[in-house]
């Protein structure tokens, strides 16, 4: 059984709070059990682990959310508690071999705040933005293992202009760096831009769009063990654009 319990109230028509509580279960994916060796690099090798076994979190959040007219804002905290919390766990051995799988740590404590809002300056200009902040507690049977408790943080900002002649433009910016069990992963600022256009009575659009146009992404892993201390830096050119196209056969409103 995974209950969920919500209890929520708005107050003067313009405020609103809220008492969220839940379970949820994860169960490791295909490429996290898979025991097969990636040995691409024969002293950097990987693996899965046939042998996980699911997580499951209890977790409590408490929001508050007051709008207006043109902006709105929610804040909201939250409590988590994960047992058998899977993450990737690296060792090195006496052969200096690097081994790379996934394993069942005993907890993991989780303390968030989160603030997200919008904000409509004219009535076709739409800003949205959001950042949360997780302070991350780590327990292990693992005595091999240095707990790295660390904050993590994700951001995103995004745009959307409706414009004359049934254009319309988005975009969409966010970042994050996240705490883990041995370190740290940290990426760069991934970007996304897309216009549209509708013809034929909104039947018809045509989209035009572009991901990470200016730059490569960037990520960065920090982690360490009681032998080894490792910084990975990793550029992959994730720069694309498409076009796509959509017909509504239903009809539409000008």
Do not use: C
């Not at 996934?102 to 076709?124: C, D, I, Q, W």
């Not at 063990?225 to 000008?254: C, D, K, P, Q, W």
Request: net charge positive; no cysteine; aromatic share 12%.
């Amino acid at each position: 059984l995974f209950p969920t319990l919500a209890i929520s109230r708005y107050f003067k028509k313009k405020y609103h709070a809220g008492l969220t509580y839940g379970m949820r279960i994860n169960r490791p994916g295909e490429n996290v059990l898979n025991p097969q060796v990636e040995n691409s690099d024969p002293v950097n090798i990987s693996y899965g682990n046939p042998g996980l076994k699911p997580s499951v979190t209890h977790q409590a959040e408490l929001t508050f959310g007051t709008f207006r007219e043109k902006w709105s804002v929610s804040p909201r905290i939250g409590y988590s508690d994960t047992r058998r919390i899977i993450e990737r766990v690296r060792t090195v051995g006496s052969d200096g071999i690097s081994r790379s799988t996934y394993e069942n740590m005993a907890r993991s404590r989780s303390y968030t705040f989160h603030l997200s809002g919008n904000y409509r300056p004219v009535r076709k200009v739409r800003t949205t933005g959001a950042v949360t902040l997780s302070q991350r507690f780590y327990d292990t049977e693992n005595k091999s293992l240095l707990q790295r408790n660390g904050l993590s943080f994700r951001s995103n900002l995004g745009v959307s202009w409706q414009l004359p002649r049934r254009l319309a433009f988005e975009s969409d910016l966010r970042y994050s760096s996240n705490t883990s069990a041995q370190g740290r992963n940290r990426g760069s600022v991934t970007s996304s831009f897309s216009g549209r256009k509708s013809v034929w009575n909104n039947r018809l659009s045509i989209r035009l769009s572009a991901q990470d146009p200016f730059y490569r992404r960037n990520t960065e892993e920090f982690s360490e063990g009681t032998n080894f201390r490792l910084h990975r830096s990793t550029i992959t050119s994730t720069e694309s654009f498409s076009v796509s196209l959509g017909y509504r056969f239903t009809r539409a409103a000008e």
